[in-house]
């Protein structure tokens, strides 16, 4: 894994649209679910910001504390994931070449990586919200149990829509050191906020009050992270296997490509060359 960590790979880029293609519903309607989806998060991350500046008793320095939690920062991912994603899936289905195809291959790499911390880190943050933060009492604001759930519920909804639905390819297994490395940096930006702005963005980093526990905490989750990897890589090879090889489903293309049937060009290329060396 380690020598491939940095190569972008030497292979066709996702020969057969994988990335703006489903096995279901045409680019069109893929587009809209995309576009619809980032609109949604969009709407949900500026709306919390706006509210709570006009009424936490911090005001607008509550709003700037969100940019500290992990929560945010990855529904922020999910806004701009499926913003790119929808902007992708409307040039293929306009014109037949997905704008994904024009980019230099870093950054295709860098959307294939981007793609796999959309399909791991909201079920990460669903999972320890429900577990670790939750109390088991329901909030008695409106807003509270709407942004609550939108975060901590509606993320791995969306993640779920991206395993599922498009017909993406199973990420490398290289981008497991990836999403550790990420989580790191994010440890790190943890114990800046406490020495900057003199609180722990999660109560269970605060060595203080966790002791040993904090490591316990920590590599705990690291080692979530890496299941459920293999749990979204599962999904997708399940999905594969039941849609185009079990059903022969094989996807909805634009273009001169007909509905529901294989295109040529993965027999030409291979499947091992929809995006094989990522990062």
């Known amino acids: ?28 309607v893929l587009f809209f679910c995309r576009a619809l989806i980032s609109l949604y998060a969009f709407t949900t991350l500026v709306f919390i910001l706006i509210w709570r500046c006009i009424n936490a008793d911090e005001h607008c320095v509550a709003s700037q504390n969100q940019f500290t ?12 994931y499926f913003l790119f994603a929808a902007v992708h899936t409307f040039t293929y289905a306009r014109t037949g070449v997905p704008l994904l ?18 399909i791991v880190y909201p079920f990460v943050v669903t999972i320890v919200y429900w577990a670790r933060l939750y109390d088991g009492k329901w ?102 296997y039941l849609t185009e090889t079990k059903f022969g489903k094989h996807g909805k293309f634009a273009g001169s490509l007909r509905a529901g049937t294989k295109p040529i060009s993965e027999d030409y290329a291979g499947e091992g060359a929809v995006p094989g060396e990522a990062v």
Request: charged share 15%.
């Open 69 to 80: 939690y992990f929560t945010s920062l990855t529904y922020w991912g999910i806004g701009f």
């Open 139 to 240: 909030w008695p604001e409106v807003f509270e149990g709407w942004s609550n759930v939108s975060q901590h519920l509606l993320n791995s909804a969306f993640a779920l829509f991206e395993i599922i639905i498009p017909r993406t390819d199973t990420p490398p297994l290289v981008h497991m050191l990836w999403l550790i490395v990420v989580l790191a940096l994010y440890l790190s930006l943890a114990y800046v906020v406490e020495a900057t702005r003199g609180f722990y963005p999660y109560d269970f980093l605060d060595p203080v009050e966790q002791g040993a526990w904090v490591a316990a905490y920590v590599f705990g989750i690291a080692i979530g992270c890496i299941i459920l990897f293999g749990f979204a890589w599962s999904c997708i090879k399940l999905r594969k």
């Open 101 to 118: 195809d024009r980019f230099p291959r870093p950054l295709q790499t860098l959307h294939s990586a981007f793609y796999t911390t959309i």
């Open 1 to 28: 894994m380690a020598p491939s960590a940095f190569k972008f790979g030497t292979d066709v880029w996702d020969p057969t649209h994988r990335f703006e293609t489903s096995w279901l519903v045409s680019p069109w």
